[in-house]
């Protein structure tokens, strides 16, 4: 990669480790329950270890040409069998309100997969890496806007530092 894409990578996981270590204190109502940190931190690793896996695996087939969307659809269709296989019957039992929500989650982040698929097709593995991982930053407008959460300026300097690094690495 080019220094000037590294520095961009370097810039934008640094915006997002300031944005992850800094706590809103009013978005405690999004916060999850006592206890259950060290759950969620467990299986945020494991994700992201399955993330990295899927990336590196996936690289071959889209060089070699397969479509970046059988690609996603087959990603997705291997999560979906391993959460049949781990997930309790006890979990499927939701009010419906939830549902939609939850369907609408679900497909966005569907097509976060396709996205990051083709990224993956047509760019370095570790830029589409940086730029997928992105999402603590993106979320910070969203709390903003749709929460109205107020934000700190340390949390709009992190998203400036992080939206500056992808710039570096968008114009190398």
Excluded at 42 to 59: D, I, N, T
Excluded at 148 to 165: D, H, M, P
């Amino acid at each position: 990669m080019p220094l000037q894409a590294l520095l961009g990578g370097a810039l934008a996981l640094g915006g997002i480790a300031l944005a992850v270590a800094r706590k809103e204190k009013e978005a405690a109502s999004l916060a999850p329950e006592p206890g259950a940190l060290t759950v969620g931190i467990l299986f945020g690793l494991l994700g992201g270890l399955g993330q990295a896996g899927g990336s590196l695996l996936q690289k071959p087939a889209l060089i070699a040409g397969v479509d970046p969307i059988l690609v996603a659809f087959l990603r997705a269709l291997g999560s979906l069998a391993l959460f049949l296989l781990i997930t309790r019957p006890s979990a499927f039992r939701q009010p419906g309100r939830l549902w939609k929500r939850i369907a609408l989650a679900g497909s966005i982040s569907g097509g976060g997969v396709f996205f990051v698929s083709y990224a993956i097709a047509n760019v370095e593995t570790g830029l589409a890496a940086i730029l997928s991982a992105l999402p603590p930053i993106l979320m910070l407008p969203i709390l903003r806007i749709f929460f109205g959460v107020r934000l700190s300026w340390v949390s709009w300097a992190a998203t400036a530092l992080a939206l500056f690094g992808v710039v570096l690495i968008l114009t190398r």
